[in-house]
């Protein structure tokens, strides 16, 4: 059984840096996909960044396209947040799914994703 859990969050100003880390334990696969999704207050549970396992095909929100990267180094997931603003506070997830090994597809929907982590909250401050 896969788990996943996010550590890094906090309290920032805004145009800080933070970094975001997912430590996933448990068998893992070349063919998973990575995503990282938030959810504000009152809000649904949104998408923000996917790639591949294997760092392949990595997409991005539009509202954090240039400020936030996503990347993997062995079993630990990251998403490298710069440029912050007071609209990236957010409870923020990270999830995996499996896909089959040809495929090179990535998914940005909630649905899409079997296993998540608990959340870490966020917080910009202007």
């Known amino acids: 059984q896969v788990q996943l859990v996010e550590s890094g969050g906090g309290s920032v100003q805004a145009g800080d840096s933070l970094r975001l880390s997912c430590a996933v334990s448990g068998r893992t696969s070349n063919s998973w996909v990575i995503g990282w999704f938030r959810q504000a207050p009152g809000k649904e549970r949104d998408f923000v960044a996917a790639m591949r396992w294997s760092g392949d095909s990595p997409i991005y929100a539009e509202p954090v396209k240039g400020r936030f990267a996503v990347s993997r180094a062995t079993d630990t997931l990251y998403l490298e947040m710069n440029s912050l603003k007071p609209e990236d506070t957010a409870v923020y997830f990270c999830?995996?799914?499996?896909?089959?090994?040809?495929?090179?597809?990535?998914?940005?929907?909630?649905?899409?994703?079997?296993?998540w982590g608990q959340g870490i909250q966020v917080t910009v401050s202007s």
């Open positions: 999830a995996v799914r499996a896909t089959p090994y040809w495929s090179n597809d990535v998914y940005t929907r909630t649905e899409d994703y079997g296993s």
